[in-house]
């Protein structure tokens, strides 16, 4: 009976400090070494334009700096085209992106830029007049216990390079 309940002790006390190792494992590769993964807004698609409602595919880019790949869980965003919102969300789409690559992938858009229409209007009037674009989100990482890396980006776009001629 005391061999019983000693090797049960020994047991649960072998369980506890596997697990307890197992723990520091994950902290270690979840926190402090990793690099902040760099995402670009590299391509906005019309797929449909009409009055009220236009749908776009916003075309994201993630590149890892990091020696081990880095697992993404999803990511939130706000666009903006001259201060004018284009879009915001939520894309849940999970993925890896290997060690010193890059993934790029897809988010399908819906918005009703009616109410903003003058604006826009006027800002395609001179196609060789450059429009702002800003990005703001947060990219999830991490497989279970991750981190939420924030971003914003900056740009400009000149609507004359993407008219066909």
């Not at 790949?69 to 990511?75: E, Q, T, Y």
Request: charged share 25%.
């Amino acid at each position: 009976m005391f061999y019983q309940a000693q090797t049960i002790r020994i047991l649960s006390l072998l369980m506890f400090f596997g697990l307890l190792s197992g723990l520091a494992g994950c902290s270690s590769w979840m926190a402090g070494d990793l690099k902040d993964p760099d995402v670009r807004l590299v391509n906005v698609d019309v797929v449909r334009a009409k009055l009220l409602e236009q749908r776009f595919v916003l075309r994201f880019r993630i590149d890892n700096p990091n020696s081990i790949s880095l697992p993404i869980r999803g990511l939130d965003y706000t666009v903006y085209l001259n201060d004018v919102k284009l879009a915001d969300g939520t894309s849940d789409s999970s993925f890896s992106v290997p060690a010193h690559g890059r993934h790029e992938f897809e988010v399908p858009v819906r918005t009703n830029l009616w109410r903003h229409m003058r604006q826009i209007v006027k800002a395609l009037e001179e196609p060789e007049e450059p429009i702002r674009y800003r990005l703001i989100g947060v990219v999830k990482t991490g497989m279970f216990f991750g981190r939420s890396v924030h971003m914003s980006r900056n740009g400009e776009i000149i609507p004359g390079d993407l008219i066909p001629e």
